[in-house]
């Protein structure tokens, strides 16, 4: 029976009025959270909303469709190291100096990331701090993570050389035992658990004593098939656990987490039933995958030369369905996380970033990984959802780069700006900044001038050069508008090139624009560069 609120005396109803005022003040001021979602060599077009017809990623779409997407967004290098420690600090690969993938962990050099990253500053805001998954910088920037687990059973950090291996490790050993092979089996070199290959492996019709034998060397994109364990224990699956175990843990405090899946990145080894989810007699070729790249940069990049099984129309099929496969157990493990959110009734006060460190070329012109400035390897998703404060179905065409998320962070979580060389995207989603989103330029300073420094996107051209005078690389430019899987380089040895001095003056002069606003030591090799 509920007795009359008459019956009650004056001062005990002050009381618990002023108890819910408090409490939901407290709500209102409570500070937002960040959830940070970052795969790992995720192509922009690997999203069914970014209008792939074969791909599902119904979850991806809804962080699209409640929030906003950025359908020019590009990494600031293509590749895992630089690209990550430009993310996290919003600066150029130049003025963070992390070149190179070998800079990262525990590499001893002067000057590399003095700079805080996101998550140093919103730790001195008060926000408690957590990453689950693929590191891949500097270990000393790890010290503001206050994981539960820092380190594995064999005393290696989360956050050193195959940090997320070692940890994943000691779960996959307690769930999942090795056991023997059995025949027309190998051994994966992450989990060291049995998977069968496909027409694409490099070891295809070997076995596992024949590789022992010769000792024969591979890499992870030499790993080609499906992978024998329960789709329960891979490391999508863990990953995305551990974050969901986060989330319960700090759900009444304060909190930025990320959840870096290592996924789409190679061994294309899905388990079942993501591996033949997509199955290989329907999948697309692509379209460049013929060009002879007579006229570019990168007719030998990546080992293409050496790898023509990533030209051939039918091997490239398997690594296809294999790399739809890994996106759709990523994009369900991600639904489970958003529902998490909304089960803790954290949804609504959670800023959620969805982005990649840099594509993959899957077979387009007749290349495998990424490390070069093609649209399929320097172009990603980028997705941010924050309700209220992001209008839903927010569909963004403007340029922009994964450097501009640190300001745009501090911006959504009312935290004090800091300096950075990258802008807030919030004017972009509001419509307030009309001369934001012009151009786009993404860095490659692996080998010096023995490749292709720079490249600039704007108005649906590229061009692509190196930072030096005497380089002798070929110049590049693309017309996307017309030219959009890159097949006709317009300058290098075209011999019409002349017809387009012009328009690579004006991408050279807005290049430059971009090297002085960034203090490059780079400018003036750029600026003496000859295009034509």
Same mark, same amino acid.
């Given at each position: ?77 293509? #590749? ?14 130049? @003025? ?22 996101? *998550? ?23 010290? #503001? ?134 199955? #290989?007699? *329907? ?18 990049? @990546? ?8 030209? *051939? ?20 493990? #991600? ?198």
């Amino acid at each position: 029976m509920k007795t009359p609120l008459k019956h009650f005396p004056l001062g005990l109803l002050a009381l618990c009025f002023l108890l819910q005022s408090t409490a939901s003040i407290g709500q209102q001021k409570k500070k937002p959270n960040l959830l940070f979602i970052i795969t790992d060599q995720q192509r922009f077009d690997a999203m069914s909303v970014a209008g792939n017809k074969i791909l599902k990623t119904p979850n991806m779409d809804r962080l699209a469709k409640q929030g906003a997407r950025f359908k020019n967004a590009y990494s600031p290098s293509a #590749v895992c190291g630089p690209s990550r420690s430009s993310i996290l600090t919003g600066t150029t690969v130049e @003025n963070n100096g992390m070149k190179v993938n070998e800079y990262a962990y525990d590499y001893k050099k002067e000057g590399l990331m003095t700079m805080p990253t996101f *998550d140093e500053i919103l730790s001195e805001n008060g926000y408690r701090c957590e990453y689950y998954g693929k590191w891949h910088s500097l270990t000393s920037k790890a010290k #503001v993570y206050k994981n539960p687990q820092k380190t594995a059973k064999n005393g290696k950090s989360i956050f050193g050389p195959e940090g997320q291996t070692h940890i994943y490790m000691d779960y996959l050993n307690e769930k999942s035992p090795k056991r023997p092979l059995k025949p027309g089996e190998l051994y994966d070199q992450i989990t060291e658990r049995p998977y069968r290959t496909n027409p694409l492996d490099k070891f295809h019709g070997k076995t596992y004593e024949e590789i022992k034998e010769n000792n024969l060397r591979f890499i992870q994109p030499d790993l080609n098939g499906e992978l024998l364990i329960d789709k329960e224990y891979t490391m999508t699956a863990f990953q995305a656990k551990q974050t969901m175990e986060a989330l319960e843990r700090l759900k009444d405090s304060t909190f930025s987490i990320t959840c870096a899946f290592h996924s789409p990145h190679a061994p294309m080894l899905p388990t079942a039933p993501y591996y033949d989810m997509y199955p #290989v007699k *329907d999948m697309p070729i692509p379209k460049s995958m013929t060009d002879q790249m007579l006229n570019s940069p990168y007719k030998k990049t @990546n080992g293409r030369l050496e790898h023509p099984e990533y030209a *051939d129309p039918e091997k490239i099929k398997y690594m296809i369905s294999s790399y739809y496969g890994l996106v759709k157990e990523v994009d369900d493990w #991600v639904g489970k996380i958003l529902d998490k959110l909304e089960e803790l009734h954290i949804a609504d006060n959670t800023l959620v970033v969805f982005t990649s460190d840099h594509g993959e070329m899957l077979g387009a012109h007749g290349m495998r990984e990424k490390n070069v400035f093609y649209e399929e390897s320097a172009h990603v998703p980028l997705l941010l959802r924050f309700p209220k404060k992001i209008k839903e179905k927010t569909v963004l065409s403007g340029y922009t780069s994964t450097i501009d998320l640190l300001p745009t962070i501090l911006d959504y979580l009312q935290v004090q700006p800091h300096p950075s060389d990258g802008t807030s995207l919030k004017g972009m989603i509001e419509g307030t900044a009309k001369n934001q989103g012009k151009y786009v330029v993404q860095e490659w300073d692996y080998r010096g001038d023995t490749e292709p420094n720079y490249m600039i996107v704007k108005d649906g051209w590229k061009l692509i050069i190196p930072y030096t005078e005497t380089s002798k690389v070929l110049n590049a430019m693309y017309n996307l508008n017309k030219d959009p899987y890159e097949m006709t380089n317009l300058l290098g040895n075209n011999p019409e090139r002349e017809k387009y001095t012009q328009k690579a003056e004006e991408l050279r002069n807005t290049l430059l624009e971009w090297l002085k606003k960034n203090n490059s030591s780079h400018t003036e090799g750029v600026q003496k560069r000859k295009l034509i």
